[in-house]
């Protein structure tokens, strides 16, 4: 199963409306995490089964979708969450595919 | 609270193994999973493998089967990523990365610091 996302990188500024899209090759259900990633640390859970908000992750933060289409919103962009999002598919699991990133940068 | 510490850089030469160690605390070593991703520079996350600590039982990525071990340690809660016949390829930072049982479709939900292995003749 491939993920795409989209944008590869986005320019926004500090409270903006920000969307990134994860597509799926084919259906996975709801088994789709988003991770967030800063220069040299590892990933961050941010939202399991397409929609479940972790614990302790601002709620400016939300996801949906199912089968093949995704979307993670940042309703109001923070200076903390300029960094590197993945989508990761875990239909397939223990196999884990990984989308190929959207970097968010500071206008 | 739940701490993966993993080993430290490495610098190997083609052709070499690497052994990286990944030491968890803070969680039943019976509940959970053990995966491995790693990222080589500038580029996205790849999905390894996988054990089971209860059983040892492992799950490789189909581009790294022939070349990579997964092993656990039960008295020391330690578990090893062993990846042979290294090339410039390899270079890259290596994750471990757990898995609660029961969540294992909800994504990973504790990760390593990172091991960078550099590749280089």
């Known amino acids: 199963i491939q993920l795409t996302q989209s944008p590869s990188s986005l320019s926004a500024s500090v409270g903006d409306r920000v969307t990134i899209t994860c597509r799926a090759s084919?259906?996975?259900?709801?088994?789709l995490a988003w991770y967030q990633q800063k220069p040299g640390k590892a990933p961050k859970l941010l939202i399991s089964a397409a929609s479940t908000l972790q614990s302790g992750v601002p709620s400016r933060f939300s996801g949906s979708g199912s089968g093949t289409d995704f979307t993670l919103t940042i309703s109001s962009l923070q200076p903390e969450d300029f960094a590197t999002y993945y989508c990761q598919q875990l239909n397939s699991y223990p196999s884990g595919t990984f989308g190929q990133g959207t970097k968010v940068e500071i206008k | 609270q739940v701490q993966l510490v993993q080993s430290g850089p490495e610098v190997k030469k083609p052709g070499a193994s690497v052994r990286i160690s990944c030491k968890a605390s803070?969680?039943?070593?019976?509940?959970?999973?053990m995966h491995w991703v790693r990222q080589a520079p500038g580029e996205g996350l790849a999905w390894m493998g996988i054990i089971n600590p209860r059983g040892g039982s492992a799950n490789y990525a189909q581009r790294f089967q022939g070349r990579i071990t997964l092993a656990r340690d039960t008295a020391t809660s330690t578990f090893y990523m062993d990846l042979s016949s290294l090339n410039f390829d390899d270079t890259a930072v290596y994750y471990c990365?757990?898995?609660?049982?029961?969540?294992?479709?909800?994504?990973?939900?504790?990760w390593g610091q990172g091991s960078l292995v550099t590749v280089s003749s």
């Open positions: 084919q259906g996975i259900r709801t088994y």
């Open positions: 990365a757990a898995v609660v049982a029961g969540r294992e479709q909800q994504g990973f939900d504790y």
């Open positions: 803070g969680i039943t070593f019976s509940t959970y999973y």
